[in-house]
């Protein structure tokens, strides 16, 4: 039973451009919340998906976006990168928001 | 504002002495209070989820607690492979509000 997988692994960028990260939820599963971690930092809520809606947002700027598919995958895109968007971008997926959250390994990202 | 403290932010200990890691909080209603693990460059790992105080729950050498106003992680006779960032977080009783408040973590270092 595949858990939550996140791609890339890592990614480098430079400042303004885009990135489009990814997350498949762990199987039976239906809602994707996106959180990032800065480094010696606990991870910080971006957003939550379900059924393919944004249901709730933490204090990010609208440069932060995401996206949920009708198989509950998931995208969060960033625009306009700053140096202080790189973290470690964790997906976490759970069934209806209940209490049993799923991490997957991240996606570290540096923005240079 | 939801709040979550963590103590110490590190800790050394010598393989099989035990130590208690803190976690406070201050919401306004808990759903659930959780703990996790996390490797360097990794995703949180689910260790626990508490409801109500007095609940206790146990997984080999760990042991976590619950009152009203903090957690405790009690870790019991510890070895090198507990080494990791130990990471509490809650839920509040919110409808619609499901995000996790994350603290800032305590560095576990175990050494032979």
């Known amino acids: 039973d595949a858990g939550v997988t996140q791609s890339p692994t890592h990614l480098i960028k430079t400042r303004g451009q885009q990135v489009t990260l990814r997350c498949s939820p762990k199987?039976?599963?239906?809602?994707v919340s996106w959180y990032q971690q800065a480094l010696g930092q606990g991870p910080q809520f971006i957003f939550q998906?379900?059924?393919?809606?944004?249901?709730q947002r933490g204090n990010f700027p609208d440069r932060f976006s995401g996206h949920q598919f009708p198989n509950y995958s998931s995208e969060l895109n960033v625009n306009a990168l700053l140096l202080g968007d790189s973290a470690l971008y964790l997906c976490?997926?759970?069934?209806?928001?209940?209490?049993?959250?799923?991490f997957g390994s991240g996606t570290r990202l540096t923005v240079v | 504002e939801d709040q979550v403290t963590q103590s110490p932010e590190a800790l050394r200990l010598q393989e099989g002495e035990s130590s208690s890691l803190n976690c406070s909080y201050t919401?306004?209603?808990?759903?659930?209070l959780f703990w996790y693990r996390q490797d360097p460059g990794k995703g949180p790992e689910f260790l626990f989820t508490?409801?109500?105080a007095g609940e206790e729950k146990e997984k080999e050498r760990l042991k976590a607690t619950l009152t009203k106003k903090e957690s405790f992680l009690h870790i019991t006779a510890p070895k090198p492979e507990d080494s990791a960032t130990y990471l509490c977080?809650?839920?509040?009783?919110?409808?619609?509000?499901?995000?996790?408040?994350f603290g800032t973590g305590t560095r576990l270092t175990i050494i032979p």
């Open positions: 508490l409801y109500s």
């Open positions: 976490a997926s759970s069934f209806q928001g209940d209490y049993g959250y799923t």
């Open positions: 199987s039976g599963h239906d809602t």
């Open positions: 998906y379900y059924e393919e809606e944004e249901r």
């Open positions: 919401v306004s209603g808990l759903r659930g």
């Open positions: 977080a809650v839920q509040v009783e919110d409808f619609g509000n499901e995000k996790l408040t």
